[in-house]
């Protein structure tokens, strides 16, 4: 399996609109910081975390809507440089996206079936008369009835919104489709058909998929890997049932335990109060329950084989000076995961 | 509990739980009859007119509430679930609303035959509902500590015999403590905002403050969790179960059966405007007897990557405008037989406190045959 996106030590720091004085501005927000990963051909990489973890952050980088502040993000192994067009249009050829608000990625002006037809026309690549085939190819992929065609994004329910933003993106194939909380607004059998659906495309069109969503039991039905984010900070990777079955870090640990299924009866009492990140070292460390003093300084990469990395104290054996050696596989691929004191000012 | 202080030099101490005590999750506890009943629909039928036609939204649709239960009512987009949360505030505009047949009986009194004044007083503190898009509910111009600060001030002057209002510290107070104990932060912070400088899970939790601090009696609440993280959630259900001790009752409106099989005591299983599954939570998600029901439980998706497709039988949602003869189901129901298309089952108990309108579920052997 290739690498189809290369992420490196991207950061996408947000300046503060709150000025701290006339020629002053004020602090910088990282929304992602240092986080390195790769997605696959063929591959599902599932992306989790709470709100404000930045997941959308990087979906948005993905397809150029953002610019990284630092760091590199390849593409196919062609280095996407944000300030060329070029490469921008290059990445929204081979990237397609699903946003999480239905209503708001969705042009009130347009009719069902325009709002559609613009992703053909804006592909180029289509000739005109198969303009109907494939939208009513996708429209019944997506659940979508034809008497919603002619309708206006206001009149749909937000279910039904977001089963058409589906259609949009998936109407032109892509080889990488970032789905942004694409299911959060469907009821549970859509939920299903659309989950169904993306796994059939996903082998039948050759795509991967970046798939977001803070939903635990969707994530774990769809991708192969994940990374668990956490303020901006990826603190673990590997493939999901690892993580599902045995997370290691500390975070992650929690947030396994406290998805809600059908079957556990009992909620899990959430003592903490809202998460807040360290300015310094792991972010994790504040809540944390079993951080200690060297959690001060920013945790390495640690590899528990098979992919298999977090980004925790816990599971450092470096006291022996053998850190080294634990770097993780994916190193390899790049320049590695460089562990850098970070500071948020 | 001292304010936090922000230059507080042991950050871990000062960032402690500052919440009072977490509220307890107990199992249900079980009432033994002769409780009263908070809320009573039944038969509720409406229509929605408009230059296209007539639309049937909800059809002879019956519920019942016992105090301090908390119900589900569970269904697809279109099901008609936030029509019949609107229907029993009086919310529904009419045009293009109307009302058939029925009667809302909140507290001995025919919610749909009261004049508008006698019904505001019922809003808020007697009925509240949490909307879905928080952002609607919440007035862009004033700060949250306004918004919330003001159904305080409704709150108390409702009260009876009228309790005096706190003076400005104490309200600051109050509202302090229960963004606290919705998991925000850093309330202070939260509390000089407007809505649109918040995040939509803040949001949501800003408008489900503004409904507690009200303390209705019954609380109806439209998808509050939904898009909202597993921290989050488990916390607004936290406090909805808290609430539910206090004595209020709540209908909780969701498609997520996973939260719907946490929290309800009862759920009502709705398509199309009718209920079609209703009981004891427990039972109806494990041993469901309508398809339908079956249909979304097999939705919830389980297990890895590698697990078989989701079991559900493709199918287009229904169109209200244009519903099948029979059971309205039967299109997308996989054991539909020739009596099904024919004419449509009634909601009828099949055994205690399960009930289910379906032609193949079998009254003498109690389960779907």
Redesign the interface.
Known sequence: MGDLVEIENLTVAFRSKRREGLFRSGPSLKALDDVSLTIGENE?FGLT????SGKSTLAKVLVGLYKPTSGTVRFLGREIDYKKRKDIAYLRQNVGIVF?DPVRSLNPSLTVKEVITEALIAAKSIPKKDYDERISFITKLV?V?K?LLPRRPREL????RQRISLARALVVPKKLLVLD?PT??L???????V??TL??LKSELNMSYLFIT?D???I?????RLGVLFYGKLVEVGD??TI?TAPKHPYTQS?IS?????KK????????????P?PSGCRYR??CPA?FERCDTVPPWLNLGDGHLVSCFLYDRSTQKESQALIPATAATGGGLPVTPHELP | MPADNPGETN??QA?A???SA?PS?S?RPRKEGGEDIALEIKDLTIDFVSVDGRVRILNGVSLVAKKGEVVGIV????SGKTTLGMAILGLLDSPPARIVSGSVVFEGRDLLKLKPEEMEKIHGTGINMVF?EPLDSLNPVYTVETQIAESLKVQRKRQDPPVAQESEDETKKLITDLL?NL???KPEEVLERYPHEL???MRQRVAISISTIEKPRLMISDEPT??????????I??MF?AQRKAGETLLYIT?????A???CDRIYIMYAGRVMEAGET?GV?QEPLHPYTS???????????D?P??S?Q?G??P?LRNLPTGCKFNPRCPHAKDACKETEPKLEEIFADRYAACWRVDKALGRFS
């Open positions: 599902t975390g709470e709100t404000g999480q659940g009835t008497d329910s937000g279910g039904q909380e959060s607004a009821d549970v059998s859509i939920q299903a058909q989950l169904n796994k059939k803070h635990i039991n969707v774990k039905y769809v991708s192969h999901t049932r599902n947030l406290h998805v809600l299924t059908l009866v009992g909620l899990q009492e959430t003592v903490t109060s809202e998460h807040r360290a504040i809540v951080a | 950050a871990r960032l739980p500052a919440v977490p999750y199992p269904g697809e987009s279109g879905q606290r998991c925000i932060d995040s939509g899970g939904t898009g909202l993280d597993a921290y989050v959630q488990n916390r259900l936290g179960s498609h997520d059966l996973t939260i099989s946490q929290i427990r998600l249909t979304l439980v097999a939705s919830v998706p389980q297990g890895f990557e697990a497709p989701l559900v493709l287009e949602p169109d």
